[in-house]
T-cell receptor, first 114, second 116 residues
Framework: DAGVIQSPRHEVTEMGQEVTLRCKPISGHNSLFWYRQTMMRGLELLIYFNNNVPIDDSGMPEDRFSAKMPNASFSTLKIQPSEPRDSAVYFC????????????FGAGTRLSVL | AQSVTQPDIHITVSEGASLELRCNYSYGATPYLFWYVQSPGQGLQLLLKYFSGDTLVQGIKGFEAEFKRSQSSFNLRKPSVHWSDAAEYFCAVGPLFSGGYNKLIFGAGTRLAVHP
């Protein structure tokens, strides 16, 4: 299996622009997570999907952030409008009950908002 | 409240020396326990896991960890550190699978530096 695939690996944008991060989970996994990692706050869970349905979005920082999972093989995290404080590494991870909660992480998207 | 504490933010060891990274958790039931490693510019990779049974678990890259229920700890150890072990290490705790809710709670991480 190719693992969790995230794109792009790096994104540089200007403040106010819309940013879309993409994630393809491991085939057969039914749970998907979006995390944000910064030096100041460490690894934060933003949102969690189970069977394509958002279960817990309490970590989404504000309304500028939104996430969708239209099908079992694709999810997006959108920031609109972006701000410099959104600069971080964003990770996607997936798992399934059969995997006993072992989360498999993608390589991440490094976002820089200028 | 459920939480994971990694008391050491940074640790520096010499190559060939032994290593122990500490992890303490607060959880209402018997947890699933994990250690992940993150190399620079990479995602998190699973090192080892504990679900049940033998409290000493072996992982990849020569790492092991011991679950001590009485101390609510799951410390990571390696007898001889290699320069390539320099990375950030995360301890995580998972709820028992219940209703499809699979969230993990991660510690703040310990950054390991290895001197030649």
């Amino acid at each position: 299996d190719a693992g969790v695939i995230q794109s792009p690996r790096h994104e540089v944008t200007e403040m106010g622009q819309e940013v879309t991060l993409r994630c393809k989970p491991i085939s057969g996994h039914n749970s998907l997570f979006w995390y944000r990692q910064t030096m100041m706050r460490g690894l934060e869970l933003l949102i969690y999907f189970n069977n394509n349905v958002p279960i817990d979005d309490s970590g989404m920082p504000e309304d500028r952030f939104s996430a969708k999972m239209p099908n079992a093989s694709f999810s997006t995290l959108k920031i609109q409008p972006s701000e410099p404080r959104d600069s971080a590494v964003y990770f996607c991870a997936s798992t399934t009950g059969a995997a006993k909660n072992i989360q498999y992480f993608g390589a991440g998207t490094r976002l820089s908002v200028l | 409240a459920q939480s994971v504490t990694q008391p050491d933010i940074h640790i520096t060891v010499s190559e060939g020396a032994s290593l122990e990274l500490r992890c303490n958790y607060s959880y209402g039931a018997t947890p699933y326990l994990f250690w992940y490693v993150q190399s620079p510019g990479q995602g998190l990779q699973l090192l080892l896991k504990y679900f049940s049974g033998d409290t000493l678990v072996q992982g990849i890259k020569g790492f092991e960890a011991e679950f001590k229920r009485s101390q609510s700890s799951f410390n990571l150890r390696k007898p001889s550190v290699h320069w390539s072990d320099a990375a950030e290490y995360f301890c995580a705790v998972g709820p028992l699978f219940s209703g499809g809710y699979n969230k993990l709670i991660f510690g703040a991480g310990t950054r390991l530096a290895v001197h030649p």
